[in-house]
Structures are given as structure tokens and as C-alpha cells.
């Protein structure tokens, strides 16, 4: 049969089961979505405002529905657009297709309206190659079938994350004799990696004879779907488990064992319980300075003399920035499976609920709880964010849906706000996002249809992508967007006066230029982008608020006037950042030298 590549490129898609399509569409790619006019009952093709709000949308639908979506842009700016988005994807390892217009194969080097050519024609995957796991270029028609299997192969396997296909104006026009498209269950690897079995027995004596283990439960964990095999081995061990970014919600945060997470914005039982353990089972992490507090001892980790035990996909992660007792390459659930395995074979489980360490964990959890109780409990007018987190969580379902990108809000969500399973806590990760959680919000709304989904967004990081609201209402995506407005990037501003002094704040709160406090009536904005919308200001009003924007049914706002002065602006940590200070700030600077000489980089 005779096919034009955008043809093969919707088949293909179809035949994946890919779902969605976000993206923009420009001169570069008309060729390419026209032949998705004849298939719209067979793959939806959603029209995003922004192309980096595109990808987000791509990345949150695949962190709820675990299916694989695509994200289409014209050549040059549009696909520039997407390198925010798509970075966030890869840092996070997860999967998404990008698919970009390119100049045509005739015309590489020639200098056509937004080529980049002058080190080399056609140039623009060279700017996406640092964030995607693979990237193409095809020059013929007939290539398209064999790279796009191979995208989604690569897509899956191992470490997941994004792909990426140029392709050329002419190769989505032109077309070619295909044979048939390869069909995706004889081309995909089957089967989970599994560890040394070996090592997996010495791993079980070495917790098994643990005093004081540890799990700390990473985004492998979640990749993987290990969550029951997680909270098996825990129970069995008696062993508390804290979290990364991504690993948040691999545990029910209700659970007895769970201590909250450790790090930087680490609570008083996870940075406590991960420096006093003896054993510690990691798995599928990267012990970033975020989680390990720039590697300074005594405050998260003390590793060695505490033993590691790391359990990961990528072996490259293994041995990075904490030496390991035993190192183990597999996919968390399977090599969990086998490690409960022969546990279970050496031993009976721990009656923990009786022992000492039990009642540790939970005297520490205590103390985190009354730690958090000044803010979580404040009636200050504007509110504090610690206290409208109580009121969310009051008001929203047991399986509801948060989105987290960055500043405070994210930080905040990740050490107070429970949440009860590994797709409830959509946050960007590593890379930390701003402008992820609207655009992320409604990715995540199409995935669970049936399901409350709410962003908790600063102002500022609300701002970059709040264009994708008018995209929320013309589709009637009725998520819900709770935005925490205190007048700039409070966040950075309470970094710049707690290292540098009160006096020393610049280009973080939004003023005018008299210095008066200014912001957008963020509420009038999103009524006039077709949503639901209203402004609060104390802390009582929260809860009616988020009844009626889920009541309404349609994409709706909440704009909550925030604190905008320490200590009702910060957070309560308990962790170490390496934020640099400048030498002459000399006594500070001598202060924080004297902490930064605790960092153990090995």
C-alpha cells in the first residue's frame, strides 16, 4: 500500500494505542496532522496554547494512565518551545513522543524560514539531544516504520524516557510502498530485569540483621509499580520509609511506617531515622543534594558508616554519590520480589507494632506533627500555605489527584500534604518546573476523567503557563487550579534573607515601582480565560472555596492571598541546601563555609 508519511506517523500511533496528541500546529507540520483529519475517532488531537505546556500535559497523562502520548510542533520556535517540557520528562524518566516539523530534505542548509543552519542544516535536534533518550531524522518515507518502533522501544526500555522524530515537511507529504507497519508485540522486549540472585541472599541477611533499617523509596519504585512489594517488605522488616520527590506516594502516608520524607526539606523523623539507621534499602533514586542535604553529614545521611543497600535499573545511579555495601542492577519490583522472597526463606517477620524502634518512629513522627502545628494551625489574614494545605486536604477525596511543580507549594506538599498512593502526587522532580502544574493539571484531568485533580501553584510559577486555562475551558477540562498568591517568588526571596540578610531582597517580590506590593487579580484573569474563579484571603474560606470550583464543573480557580513575611511565608525544614554565599558577605560567608566542610562528596 501506498502511504504518505503522515500517514504511516497516525497508523503507527494508533496501532500503539497512543491516546492523546498535544501540541501546536504551524507551516512545519500541517502535512503531518492533516492525516489525522480521516483518523479523529481513533486518536484524539488536542490543541494546546503553548508548546511547552503541550509536553507537560504529554508527561502528566503518562504519570496517571501509564500510556504514552505524543507532543507535535512546527519547525524552529514551536519545537524550541518544547525543550522546558520535554527536559522536565527526561529528568523525571518519563516517556513521551515528540514529533517536530523540519526543513524540507531538499532545502537543508539553505537558510529556509526558521532553520537552524549555520554549523549544521537542519540543526535543531541538536538543541533536544541533552533531554531525550534517542532523537531521528529521517530523509525517506520509507524510514518512518522502522523508527517508530524503535522510538517506542527505546521509550520503554530500562531507564524510561522521551524520543524524539524530525521529521522533514516533505517526508510527512510524500509518500511510499509499505509493505505493513511492524506490529508493536513482535518488536517490544518483554519481562522485568532481575538482580543477582546471589546478592539479593546477601542483601536479606544484611537486613534481616538490621537494628535500625531504613527504606527510602524513589521514582523507581513507581516506574516499576513496586508499591506492594514496598510496603510488604517494610511490614515484614518492621523498617520505617521515607521518600524522594518522585517516590512520594509509593507508601500509604497514613501508614504506620511511613516517616516522611528526609533532605533538604526533610522532616524531623525521615532526616532522624535516615542518620541513625544502620541498614538502608534505596531503591530506584538518585540521591541528589535535594534528598541527601548537599551530602553534609550528620544531617540526612552518614553513609558509611551506615551500610547501603541499592537497588536500581540504570547502574549508573549505583555508586554515584554514596559508596554501596551491595549494589544491586534490577527493576525495583522484581528484584523486591525476590528480595521478600528470601527473606522470607531465612526468617518470620518482625512483630514491629511491639519493639522499640516502632515507638522511635513514632515519637519522631510526633515531633514532625507538632513541629508543623504553629503554621498548619494559624488564622493570619493573608493565610499561611501550611494552613490552607489542612483545609485541602480536608476537602478532597481519599484518591484525589495533587499537581506540585515548584517554590514553596511543591516543597510544602512534598513534607506536610498526605497523600495514599504513587499517582495521587504529580510533581516535577528533578527539574523542578515552574510552570508545570497547570498545564501538567490538565494532563492529569484527561488520564482520570473520574477523579478530582487539583495544581497547587505559587503566583509566580501560575503566571508562566496560565494561558493553558483558555485551553482548560474551550475543552471543558474541569480541573481545578489552587493558586497560592503572595506577591512574587517568596520562595527565593525568604533564600535571599535568611543567606544574605533582610536588607539584601531584590527582583524576587513583585513592587511597583514606588515599592508597593503588586500582583494581577489572578481570579479576574482566569474569568476572563472562560473559567470558574474567585479571590480568598483567610484561611476559613479555603474549604467552600474548593467546594464550589469541583461543584462547578468546569476549569475553575482559587486565588489565595498568601503571607508574604517570615516565619508565616517559609517552610519547616529540618535538611541542608548548599545555597552559595558571596565572599563579601564575610561573616555569613565564614558560616557557611564552616557548614559546607561537613559535605562528604566521595
Same mark, same amino acid.
Given at each position: !500500500?501506498?502511504?504518505?508519511g503522515?500517514?504511516?506517523?497516525?497508523d503507527y500511533?494508533?496501532s500503539?494505542?497512543?491516546?492523546y496528541?498535544f501540541?501546536v500546529?504551524g507551516?512545519g507540520n500541517?502535512?503531518? /496532522?492533516d492525516?489525522?483529519v480521516?483518523r479523529?475517532?481513533?486518536?484524539s488531537?488536542?490543541q494546546?496554547?503553548?508548546?511547552q505546556?503541550a509536553a507537560?500535559m504529554a508527561d502528566a497523562?503518562y504519570?496517571?494512565a501509564r500510556r504514552?502520548?505524543?507532543v507535535f510542533?512546527?519547525?524552529?520556535?514551536g519545537a524550541?518551545?518544547?525543550?522546558m517540557? %520535554?527536559?522536565?520528562?527526561y529528568?523525571?524518566s518519563i516517556?513521551?513522543?515528540?514529533l517536530?516539523?523540519?526543513?524540507?530534505?531538499?532545502?537543508r542548509g539553505r537558510g529556509?524560514?526558521?532553520?537552524?543552519?549555520?554549523t549544521?542544516?537542519a540543526?535543531?535536534?541538536?538543541?533536544m539531544?541533552?533531554?531525550?533518550?534517542?532523537?531521528?531524522?529521517?530523509s @525517506?518515507?520509507?524510514q518512518l516504520?522502522?523508527?517508530l518502533?524503535?522510538?517506542f522501544n527505546?521509550?520503554?526500555?530500562?531507564?524510561?524516557?522521551?524520543a $524524539?522524530i524530525d521529521v522533514?515537511?516533505d517526508?510527512q507529504a510524500e509518500?511510499?510502498e509499505i509493505s505493513?507497519l511492524?506490529d508493536?508485540?513482535?518488536?517490544?522486549?518483554?519481562g @522485568?530485569?532481575h538482580?543477582d540472585p546471589?546478592?539479593?541472599d546477601?542483601a536479606?541477611?544484611?537486613?534481616?540483621e538490621?537494628?535500625? =533499617?531504613?527504606?527510602?523509596?524513589g521514582?523507581? %519504585?513507581?516506574?516499576?509499580e513496586?508499591? =506492594?512489594?514496598l510496603l510488604?517488605l517494610?511490614?515484614?522488616?518492621?523498617?520505617?520509609? #521515607?521518600?524522594t520527590? !518522585?517516590?512520594?506516594?509509593?507508601?500509604?502516608?497514613?501508614h504506620? +511506617?511511613y516517616?516522611w520524607?528526609?533532605?533538604d526539606l526533610?522532616?524531623?523523623?525521615g532526616n532522624?531515622?535516615?542518620?541513625e539507621a544502620d541498614v538502608?534499602?534505596?531503591?530506584?533514586?538518585r540521591?541528589?543534594d535535594?534528598?541527601a542535604?548537599?551530602?553534609r553529614r550528620d544531617?540526612?545521611?552518614n553513609? =558509611? =558508616?551506615t551500610?547501603?543497600?541499592h537497588?536500581?535499573?540504570?547502574p549508573y545511579?549505583i555508586?554515584k554519590n $554514596?559508596?554501596?555495601?551491595?549494589?544491586?542492577?534490577g527493576d525495583?519490583?522484581?528484584?523486591?520480589?525476590?528480595l521478600l522472597t528470601?527473606l522470607r526463606?531465612?526468617?518470620k517477620?518482625?512483630d $514491629?507494632?511491639?519493639?522499640a $524502634?516502632?515507638a522511635?518512629?513514632q515519637q519522631?513522627k510526633?515531633?514532625?506533627?507538632?513541629a508543623?502545628?504553629?503554621?498548619r494551625?494559624s488564622?493570619?489574614?493573608?493565610?499561611?500555605?501550611? @494552613?490552607?494545605?489542612?483545609e &485541602?486536604?480536608?476537602v478532597?477525596?481519599?484518591?484525589a489527584?495533587?499537581?506540585?511543580?515548584a517554590?514553596n507549594?511543591?516543597?510544602q506538599v512534598f513534607t506536610?500534604f498526605?497523600?495514599?498512593g504513587s499517582?495521587?502526587?504529580?510533581t516535577?522532580?528533578?527539574?523542578?518546573?515552574m510552570?508545570f502544574e497547570l498545564p501538567a493539571a490538565?494532563?492529569a484531568?484527561l488520564?482520570?476523567?473520574n477523579?478530582q485533580?487539583i495544581? +497547587?501553584?505559587?503566583?509566580?510559577s501560575?503566571?508562566?503557563t496560565a494561558?493553558?486555562l483558555a !485551553?482548560?475551558?474551550q475543552y471543558d477540562?474541569?480541573?481545578?487550579?489552587?493558586?497560592f498568591?503572595?506577591f512574587?517568588w517568596e520562595c527565593?526571596?525568604n533564600?535571599q534573607? +535568611?543567606?544574605f540578610g533582610?536588607? @539584601?531582597?531584590i527582583?524576587?517580590?513583585?513592587?511597583?515601582r514606588?515599592? #508597593?506590593p503588586?500582583?494581577a487579580?489572578l481570579?479576574q484573569?482566569?474569568q476572563?480565560?472562560?473559567?470558574h474563579?474567585?479571590? /480568598?484571603?483567610?484561611?476559613?474560606?479555603?474549604?467552600?472555596?474548593?467546594?464550589?470550583a469541583?461543584?462547578?464543573?468546569?476549569?475553575a480557580?482559587?486565588?489565595?492571598?498568601c503571607?508574604?513575611?517570615?516565619?508565616?511565608?517559609?517552610?519547616?525544614a529540618t535538611?541542608w541546601?548548599?545555597? &552559595?554565599v558571596?565572599?563579601?558577605?564575610?561573616?555569613?560567608?565564614a558560616a557557611?563555609?564552616k557548614l559546607?566542610?561537613?559535605?562528604a562528596?566521595?
Amino acid at each position: !500500500m501506498r502511504m504518505t508519511g503522515g500517514q504511516i506517523i497516525a497508523d503507527y500511533l494508533i496501532s500503539e494505542g497512543m491516546p492523546y496528541l498535544f501540541g501546536v500546529s504551524g507551516h512545519g507540520n500541517t502535512a503531518l /496532522i492533516d492525516a489525522f483529519v480521516d483518523r479523529r475517532d481513533k486518536i484524539s488531537v488536542i490543541q494546546a496554547i503553548h508548546e511547552q505546556g503541550a509536553a507537560h500535559m504529554a508527561d502528566a497523562f503518562y504519570r496517571v494512565a501509564r500510556r504514552i502520548c505524543g507532543v507535535f510542533t512546527s519547525i524552529g520556535p514551536g519545537a524550541a518551545n518544547t525543550a522546558m517540557g %520535554v527536559a522536565n520528562a527526561y529528568i523525571d524518566s518519563i516517556p513521551l513522543l515528540l514529533l517536530t516539523g523540519s526543513v524540507h530534505t531538499y532545502m537543508r542548509g539553505r537558510g529556509v524560514l526558521q532553520e537552524l543552519e549555520r554549523t549544521h542544516w537542519a540543526n535543531f535536534p541538536r538543541m533536544m539531544e541533552p533531554v531525550v533518550k534517542r532523537w531521528w531524522q529521517p530523509s @525517506r518515507v520509507d524510514q518512518l516504520p522502522n523508527v517508530l518502533h524503535l522510538a517506542f522501544n527505546v521509550m520503554l526500555e530500562g531507564r524510561q524516557g522521551p524520543a $524524539y522524530i524530525d521529521v522533514p515537511m516533505d517526508v510527512q507529504a510524500e509518500e511510499a510502498e509499505i509493505s505493513s507497519l511492524p506490529d508493536p508485540v513482535t518488536r517490544r522486549p518483554k519481562g @522485568r530485569i532481575h538482580a543477582d540472585p546471589q546478592i539479593v541472599d546477601r542483601a536479606a541477611r544484611l537486613l534481616r540483621e538490621a537494628k535500625r =533499617p531504613l527504606v527510602l523509596a524513589g521514582g523507581g %519504585v513507581v516506574a516499576s509499580e513496586a508499591e =506492594p512489594e514496598l510496603l510488604a517488605l517494610a511490614e515484614f522488616l518492621g523498617a520505617p520509609v #521515607t521518600v524522594t520527590w !518522585m517516590g512520594k506516594g509509593a507508601i500509604p502516608e497514613d501508614h504506620p +511506617l511511613y516517616a516522611w520524607p528526609c533532605g533538604d526539606l526533610g522532616s524531623i523523623s525521615g532526616n532522624t531515622l535516615a542518620r541513625e539507621a544502620d541498614v538502608i534499602l534505596a531503591l530506584g533514586c538518585r540521591f541528589t543534594d535535594r534528598t541527601a542535604s548537599s551530602f553534609r553529614r550528620d544531617v540526612t545521611f552518614n553513609i =558509611p =558508616p551506615t551500610k547501603l543497600i541499592h537497588i536500581d535499573l540504570d547502574p549508573y545511579e549505583i555508586g554515584k554519590n $554514596y559508596p554501596v555495601e551491595l549494589g544491586l542492577v534490577g527493576d525495583a519490583k522484581a528484584t523486591l520480589g525476590d528480595l521478600l522472597t528470601s527473606l522470607r526463606a531465612q526468617s518470620k517477620p518482625i512483630d $514491629y507494632r511491639n519493639s522499640a $524502634y516502632f515507638a522511635r518512629i513514632q515519637q519522631l513522627k510526633s515531633a514532625w506533627q507538632e513541629a508543623l502545628r504553629p503554621t498548619r494551625e494559624s488564622n493570619n489574614s493573608p493565610m499561611t500555605i501550611s @494552613r490552607a494545605l489542612v483545609e &485541602t486536604r480536608a476537602v478532597l477525596a481519599r484518591d484525589a489527584i495533587v499537581v506540585t511543580g515548584a517554590g514553596n507549594p511543591q516543597s510544602q506538599v512534598f513534607t506536610e500534604f498526605p497523600v495514599f498512593g504513587s499517582d495521587q502526587h504529580i510533581t516535577a522532580g528533578g527539574f523542578s518546573a515552574m510552570g508545570f502544574e497547570l498545564p501538567a493539571a490538565i494532563g492529569a484531568k484527561l488520564a482520570a476523567p473520574n477523579r478530582q485533580v487539583i495544581a +497547587l501553584v505559587g503566583d509566580g510559577s501560575f503566571l508562566q503557563t496560565a494561558q493553558e486555562l483558555a !485551553m482548560a475551558a474551550q475543552y471543558d477540562i474541569p480541573a481545578v487550579f489552587l493558586v497560592f498568591n503572595n506577591f512574587g517568588w517568596e520562595c527565593i526571596k525568604n533564600l535571599q534573607t +535568611l543567606q544574605f540578610g533582610p536588607d @539584601r531582597e531584590i527582583v524576587t517580590s513583585f513592587r511597583k515601582r514606588d515599592g #508597593t506590593p503588586f500582583s494581577a487579580n489572578l481570579a479576574q484573569v482566569a474569568q476572563g480565560l472562560g473559567c470558574h474563579a474567585e479571590r /480568598i484571603e483567610h484561611p476559613a474560606e479555603v474549604g467552600p472555596a474548593l467546594r464550589r470550583a469541583i461543584s462547578s464543573g468546569r476549569p475553575a480557580v482559587v486565588e489565595a492571598l498568601c503571607s508574604r513575611e517570615l516565619p508565616f511565608s517559609g517552610l519547616t525544614a529540618t535538611g541542608w541546601w548548599d545555597v &552559595t554565599v558571596p565572599a563579601y558577605h564575610r561573616e555569613k560567608r565564614a558560616a557557611y563555609e564552616k557548614l559546607r566542610s561537613g559535605e562528604a562528596l566521595t
